[in-house]
């Protein structure tokens, strides 16, 4: 089978994110498997889900080559998402020691790079590359922070000795915009997944497990941006993460159809509710 291109692979991550977020069951993502026994000081367990929830905050530092337009105005974002929950096809979370009492944390930390454009008032991000490990934190014990510093790391602080990584990711293609008034966005990507033998432990079905990963969401605060000058903003939102493999050409077309209209409803939805 050839490889498929970004764009129709973007478009099957749209969708599948769309429907993630609408708790449409019929476009929920395939089920995975976790061994929450894998975990040091974690009970034997096993989870059965279709995507985790998370949150995230970040810095970008925007360099606006005279005015922000043309596409060619590069960004960094560096920064750290924190997963919240299992979730199910039904749209609930599913019961598990990530988070609990005497349970373990998940992070990741991850930069991005890319060109920005204005779009409608607000700015379209066009990401090139991003990087970010998942890690495993079995005491939650570890402090996570990030600074309005440009160039400044994410500050891993705590007790992070016993930390291990479980998941390394590579872009496949992304995008993201803040809508109008810069307060606020949303954001999707199509991840290229790749398990550590810690990983393998962790997430056991299926094997081999997935090679994609669809993560999604909006951007709930964005502070200090600007469509006339080069800045440092603050970001924070959450969304969702979706394990996929790679389906048949057929069927990124059929679903490719449906992908606009979707986008436009869930515009719709998201100006109702800001407006509620």
């Keep these: 089978m050839k490889p498929l291109s970004s764009l129709l692979r973007l478009a099957v991550s749209v969708v599948a994110i769309g429907a993630a977020l609408i708790s449409a069951p019929a476009l929920a993502g395939p089920l995975f ?3 929450e026994g894998s975990v040091p000081g ?6 059965v889900a279709d995507r985790i929830s998370f949150e995230y905050h970040a810095r970008v530092e925007q360099t606006i080559v005279g005015g ?4 060619n105005d590069p960004f960094t974002e560096t920064g750290f998402l924190t997963k919240a929950a299992f979730g199910s096809p039904n749209g609930g979370s599913v019961p598990s020691q990530l988070n609990a009492l005497n349970g373990y944390g998940m992070y990741g930390l991850f930069t991005i790079t890319g060109q920005s454009d204005t779009l409608a008032g607000g700015i379209h991000a066009n990401f090139q590359t991003l990087t970010m490990t998942l890690y495993i934190d079995p005491n939650q014990d570890t402090a996570l922070s990030i600074s309005n510093v440009a160039g400044s790391p994410v500050n891993v602080g705590g007790v992070s000795g016993d930390d291990f990584a479980i998941v390394t990711y590579t872009l496949d293609v992304g ?3 803040i809508f109008a008034g810069l307060a606020q966005g949303d954001f999707k990507a ?3 997944a790749s398990l550590t ?3 393998q432990l962790f997430f056991i079905n299926p094997d081999p497990f997935f090679p994609l990963e669809s993560l ?3 951007t709930n605060s964005f502070i200090g941006g600007s469509l006339t000058d080069s800045f440092v903003a603050m970001a924070d939102g959450g969304g969702l993460e979706l394990f996929l493999a790679v389906p048949e050409p057929g069927t990124i077309a059929l679903l490719g159809i449906g992908l606009f209209g979707l986008g ?3 515009r719709r939805q998201q100006g109702g509710q800001r407006q509620a």
């Design 197 to 199: 033998p810690q990983g």
């Design 175 to 177: 995008e993201a915009h």
């Design 216 to 218: 999604s969401g909006n």
């Design 68 to 71: 922000l337009g043309g596409g």
């Design 264 to 266: 436009m409803t869930a």
């Design 190 to 192: 199509l991840l290229n």
């Design 33 to 35: 498997t976790v061994n």
């Design 42 to 47: 974690s009970a034997a367990n096993q989870v």
